[in-house]
């Protein structure tokens, strides 16, 4: 299995900036890392998606142009760097990884992590 612990969320002002970790450690190969985020009364959505690979990018609508996610050298640390940051923003944001061919193929992730609150307020 993969373990995934994220860090970094908080609090923090619109038009402020976080920077989400995740930690992933353990045997389970990942083609995929992905950022996803649940607002309460609302579905998990998909915001950002990472090939590990060739560390290609995707970005949902709601958050291209402020949200960068990426992957130290290792490629065992992943990131969502957050920038101008909305009320709207405000959820669980989870860690995910999958072994699928196409990193934006949201359904297929498998494993996630415990989640980080982001309050943008």
């Known amino acids: 299995h993969v373990q995934l612990v994220e860090s970094g969320g908080g609090l923090v002002q619109p038009g402020g900036s976080l920077r989400l970790s995740c930690a992933a450690s353990?045997?389970?190969?990942?083609?995929?890392m992905a950022w996803f985020r649940q607002a309460p009364g609302k579905e998990r959505e998909g915001v950002a998606s990472?090939?590990?690979?060739?560390?290609?990018?995707f970005y949902a609508d709601s958050v291209k142009g402020r949200f960068a996610i990426s992957q130290d050298d290792a490629k065992n640390t992943v990131y969502l760097e957050m920038n101008n940051l909305k009320p709207e923003d405000t959820a669980m944001y989870y860690c995910?990884?999958?072994?699928?061919?196409?990193?934006?193929?949201?359904?297929?992730?498998?494993?996630w992590g415990q989640g980080t609150q982001v309050t943008v307020s």
């Open positions: 995910s990884a999958g072994q699928q061919y196409y990193c934006t193929a949201w359904y297929r992730y498998n494993h």
């Open positions: 353990g045997p389970t190969r990942r083609a995929c």
């Open positions: 990472l090939n590990v690979g060739d560390s290609s990018t």
